[in-house]
């Protein structure tokens, strides 16, 4: 006889409909429908409740249908069942607690993560007797007066023998966390991340008891933890994960005590956590043990000197680390994340490391050339040098990273052409070259084998020559930025080719590059790096981490020539355009994208352009001057200075429009606040610079209309 039944982890595949064929299966012991579609099995509960011998059942994200009170009363009571995940199920509170206390009796494991339970947490969980690991994260769970006080069902729990993991991460707990937490002290893992305790200080009391614990997850809690210098924890911890904690401004000292031990600490999450402080000796001397480190976004300082971090993930990202880059002893390196921070000299260290997948040295005071031994890093999927001053050709070992997807270059020194090897990324979706001396004409092969790509950016260089027609083969573009360059000759008209620009489609919003390993627990760490597209826009250099908000095409202070193509009219999404300081002539199609409508059809986007007429430039195309033989502007200094007050100018209108536009994707507040604090940013620069750019502008704009 059939003692277990396992069909899920197919992703939907099976759609298995009613489950009346599962009650003739008496001796199940274990089923595993998981991942598969039981949208229409409205039995489901009534099937389960008959199977007297089922030990283990997996219905997670099976998009169960609520159940109905007539299938409750049918049901029995079992008295076997010890696993139940009924995860991902969005199932509300009056669906599921009347038949899962029902059955409940004999649960160690209960798993209802991510559905969509309200309210204070039953006292019924108190009555589950044999219960072990309670997993509740993602509901919308609050936490009764009672509960607060530590006189609740979950203090029952807690005295339970065998009770080792509590998850109530991500609900919506708020107030104190009461010193009664502290009676679960049988637990292995509280994970209490995502709520909002409203900035409660956590202090030792609230840890006394916790002599077994391993996993604190208490991340994006609003918590403060704050402990008495030399504090000496009763616990051992293989996992902290503190984001977004208050820790600081010292670095935790009772850190120490996980760290120096063995086996000890495996995972450490600091990050944003207000620590302002130097990186101490015993941290950069018990490294080994550690798997994974991030305590980005803090300000600590310090330098690695003659030290080696054998760490698989390290994110030590926007911090005020200085000194040489570190050496890497670990064989199994995932991901490394040094960006924004004060590191100097070579990167030749990095031709030691053999497997890893994402590399991020960006805004740091690198120098030097890259070597050309890339090749070691055959597994790469994201790298980003940009904003450092590396110097020479780009190497040509680049070409080896096939898996590549994201190569930001931006803001160096590299000189020379584009290395052909390139084009054997093939899976690349972003490409940001700009800022550098980089020459030579924009190879044909970008379009050609470059097909996937998302974001390109060649500005501010000196490439030359035309566009190729080949680039309009580039269907996924959302943001080509070819500005503050040499290039000549005319618009393609085959730009109607890009189709994300085109045609209204579901665009993906970011470029993330997800890492994951299984830990203890069958905890899954999951690391998630984001490509940021950055943009000269509204006078500055913005940063859009959602792609798919701006879809745009600038070409300004170049040397293009001819008529702009009616073809740019079939760009029916295209946000933003820039055109400006180019030789274009003709007239100007009135119905490109969203600009009319989002009130950034503006003249600027065309000025500098004198033989270009028609709306917004000019009323109509009877009075035109030809365009001159010679520039009417200066250089790229005068570009630059331009580009500033152009962006300035069309500001506001832009931005209000733009919000309208967004928010039918739901990016309304984000948008708006990134606008402001551009205003902020730029409002000190545009007060200086008035007094000395007024007359001359004018005196431009006068000879322009002329």
């Known amino acids: 006889m059939l003692e277990t039944l396992r069909l899920g982890g197919n992703g939907r595949v099976f759609n298995v409909g009613k489950l009346e064929w599962v009650s003739h299966l008496s001796r199940l012991k274990e089923v595993d429908l998981s991942f598969t579609n039981l949208s229409n099995a409205n039995d489901w509960s009534q099937v389960i409740s008959h199977l007297p011998l089922l030990q283990k059942l997996n219905l997670r994200d099976c998009d169960l249908p609520s159940i109905s009170s007539s299938s409750l009363s049918l049901a029995n009571s079992s008295t076997s069942l010890t696993y139940l995940d009924l995860s991902d199920n969005n199932l509300p509170s009056s669906a599921i607690y009347p038949w899962l206390f029902n059955v409940s009796s004999n649960l160690v494991s209960l798993d209802l993560s991510s559905n969509q339970l309200k309210g204070p947490i039953p006292e019924a969980f108190g009555n589950m007797k044999a219960i072990q690991e309670l997993y509740l994260s993602d509901n919308l769970l609050v936490l009764a007066e009672n509960q607060v006080r530590g006189d609740s069902g979950l203090n029952e729990i807690g005295k339970l023998p065998d009770f080792s993991v509590l998850d109530l991460g991500y609900n919506l707990l708020n107030g104190s966390v009461s010193k009664s937490f502290g009676q679960l002290s049988k637990l292995h893992v509280l994970r209490l991340a995502g709520n909002s305790f409203d900035g409660d200080v956590i202090s030792e009391a609230h840890f006394s008891n916790f002599t077994n614990l391993q996993v604190l997850d208490l991340s994006y809690s609003s918590l403060t933890l704050k402990f008495n210098t030399g504090w000496i924890p009763p616990f051992q911890l293989s996992q902290i994960k503190l984001c977004s904690c208050k820790l600081g401004p010292r670095f935790p000292d009772w850190l120490r005590t996980q760290i120096d031990v063995r086996p000890g600490l495996e995972y450490l999450e600091i990050s944003a956590s207000g620590i302002s402080d130097s990186l101490p000796y015993w941290f950069r001397d018990s490294l080994y043990g550690l798997d994974f480190i991030n305590m980005s976004f803090n300000q600590i300082s310090g330098t690695f000197l003659n030290k080696s971090i054998p760490v698989r993930y390290l994110d030590l990202s926007s911090n005020n680390f200085s000194g ?383």
Not at 362 to 380: I, Y
Not at 396 to 425: A, V, Y
Not at 432 to 452: A, F, T, Y
Not at 490 to 504: L, V, Y
């Open 324 to 706: 040489p880059l570190p050496s890497f002893s670990s064989l199994f390196l995932e991901s490394i994340n040094l960006s924004r921070n004060k590191f100097t000299g070579s990167v030749s260290r990095i031709c030691n490391i053999k497997v890893l997948e994402l590399l991020d040295l960006s805004n740091n005071l690198f120098s030097g050339l890259v070597p050309d031994c890339l090749k070691r890093l055959w597994s790469l999927t994201a790298l980003n040098l940009a904003d450092n001053s590396f110097t020479g050709s780009l190497p040509s070992s680049l070409g080896f990273l096939t898996p590549l997807e994201m190569l930001s270059l931006r803001g160096n020194k590299f000189s020379g052409e584009l290395p052909s090897s390139i084009q054997n990324c093939t899976k690349l979706k972003f490409l940001d070259l700009s800022d550098n001396e980089l020459s030579g004409e924009v190879p044909m092969w970008i379009g050609q084998r470059l097909s996937r790509l998302v974001f390109l950016s060649l500005q501010r260089n000196q490439f030359r020559g035309r566009i190729p027609d080949q680039l309009c083969g580039l269907k996924y573009l959302q943001i080509l930025d070819l500005s503050v360059n040499k290039i000549s000759d005319t618009i393609p008209p085959c730009i109607n080719n890009f189709t994300s620009m085109a045609e209204k489609l579901s665009l993906d919003r970011r470029i993330e590059h997800h890492l994951s390993d299984e830990w203890l627990f069958v905890a899954f760490i999951r690391f998630r790096y984001v490509d940021e597209a950055l943009f000269t826009w509204k006078g500055t250099k913005q940063r859009y981490p959602q792609l798919g908000l701006l879809l745009a095409i600038d070409l300004s202070c170049n040397k293009l020539t001819g008529e702009i193509p009616e073809e740019l009219n079939c760009l029916q999404e295209l946000v933003a355009l820039n055109l400006s300081r180019n030789f274009l002539t003709g007239k100007i199609p009135q119905k490109i994208g969203h600009l009319r409508q989002l009130e950034s059809f503006d003249p600027s986007s065309f000025s500098h352009n004198r033989g270009l007429c028609g709306s917004p430039v000019s009323p109509n195309c009877s009075m035109v001057e030809p365009p001159p033989s010679k520039p009417a502007v200066g250089g790229e200094e005068d570009c630059d200075e331009f580009m500033k007050w152009f962006y300035t100018g069309m500001g506001l209108g832009f931005a209000v429009g733009f919000w309208g536009f967004c928010s039918v994707v739901f990016f309304k507040r984000s948008w708006r606040q990134s606008y402001y604090r551009y205003l902020d940013n730029a409002k000190d620069w545009v007060y200086v610079s008035f007094v000395l750019l007024k007359a001359r502008l004018v005196r431009r704009t006068k000879a322009l209309s002329t």
